[in-house]
Nanobody
Framework: QVQLVESGGGLVQPGGSLRLSCATSVSINSISAMGWYRQAPGKQRELVATIIRGGSTNYVDSVKGRFTISRDNAKNTVYLQMNSLKPEDTAVYYC????????????WGQGTQVTVSS
């Protein structure tokens, strides 16, 4: 069982920065892929960024050049650095861990609110 705990959300002005953290209960090396999703009111859940076990990363077009996903294996933690934040980035952000053995299993954190407003 993989447990995920997100932190770092809050209220920030447009153009500001936040860093989200996702602490895992197991070694990140045992997880196939980690990702950050977000969901705004009335909208579908959206995949924001992923980092696979080998270290490759991917981003949704709307955050490229502004967001960076990274990991610290010693701390078993994944981060999402968010710069140049826009009001449209406002959402609940969720950490996801995908584990694949004989089947694919997804684990989710509780979510952390990010609000970008003047």
């Amino acid at each position: 069982q993989v447990q995920l705990v997100e932190s770092g959300g809050g209220l920030v002005q447009p153009g500001g920065s936040l860093r989200l953290s996702c602490a895992t209960s197991v070694s990140i090396n045992s997880i196939s892929a980690m990702g950050w999703y977000r969901q705004a009111p009335g909208k579908q859940r959206e995949l924001v960024a992923t980092i696979i076990r080998g270290g490759s990363t991917n981003y949704v077009d709307s955050v490229k050049g502004r967001f960076t996903i990274s990991r610290d294996n010693a701390k078993n933690t994944v981060y999402l650095q968010m710069n140049s934040l826009k009001p449209e980035d406002t959402a609940v952000y969720y950490c996801n861990a995908r584990v694949q053995s004989n089947r694919i299993t997804d684990f989710w954190g509780q979510g952390t609110q990010v609000t970008v407003s003047s």
